[in-house]
């Protein structure tokens, strides 16, 4: 089975994350020697401060700077890390961001109390768009007073559920987000990786946390829903 990153920013010059070709393959060799064997390259894409066709473009152009060095990395697929936005159900262009070659969205949740029509906005995506939802780094919307309630109801739905590998490593919040990949509220890990000198990648870590904490059925079961997970998506022309 693979060992997937389903959250990094890699990609130079197009976000906060890598600031060019050199720290990118930086970071991309570092994961390749942990086991890393695809990272999703998920840039932020902010619709406020974009163009879903310039945002394409730049993706495009930073992923080919990388390639072309045919360095020994990890495959990379294209994808891009969504901010909720009010009407993002209804925006023409979103099936544009999604992991490429798939129907699968890594979606931002808003930073603020949520509402019931966050909820609904999420819950048309999947049903009336026929997308299938990851929630980015679940663990960053636990903390935020009044919204527990609204979690409980976005884990009601099928989504898939993605915690920062970082997180594992914090002793404030591991137990919770170890009870969570125990009782199947938790699916998947990224490291959402910016850099070699802050927020470096770091999948391997978590892993090992979750490992020491749960035993190697939980890396299987990881490895094997993350498989599956890009599998089942697939859009076939």
Request: net charge negative; glycine share 6%; hydrophobic share 40%.
């Amino acid at each position: 089975m693979k060992i997937i990153d389903f959250h990094s920013h890699i990609l130079p010059g197009i976000d906060d994350g890598s600031r060019n070709v050199e720290t990118s393959l930086g970071m991309l060799a570092m994961c390749k020697e942990h086991g890393v064997d695809e990272m999703i390259a998920t840039p932020h894409f902010y619709a406020d401060a974009n163009r879903v066709e310039r945002f394409l473009e730049n993706r495009q152009r930073a992923y080919e700077s990388v390639m072309a060095q045919n360095a020994d990395i990890p495959h990379i697929l294209l994808g891009a890390e969504v901010a909720f936005f009010a009407g993002i159900s209804r925006a023409e262009k979103a099936d544009a961001l999604t992991i490429e070659g798939t129907d699968i969205m890594l979606l931002e949740m808003p930073f603020v109390t949520w509402s019931d029509s966050v909820v609904q906005e999420v819950r048309d995506l999947i049903e009336k768009r026929h997308f299938h939802i990851i929630l980015a780094h679940i663990e960053r919307f636990l903390k935020i007073p009044g919204n527990k309630p609204y979690v409980k109801q976005l884990l009601e739905l099928p989504v898939t559920v993605q915690v920062n590998a970082e997180t594992l490593l914090d002793f404030r919040q591991k137990g919770t987000l170890m009870k969570m990949f125990k009782k199947n509220e938790a699916h998947i890990l990224g490291s959402d990786c910016h850099g070699m000198h802050h927020r470096v990648p770091n999948l391997w870590l978590g892993r090992e946390a979750l490992e020491k904490k749960l035993g190697t059925e939980i890396l299987q079961r990881i490895d094997a829903y993350g498989e599956d997970l890009i599998d089942r998506h697939k859009i076939h022309n």
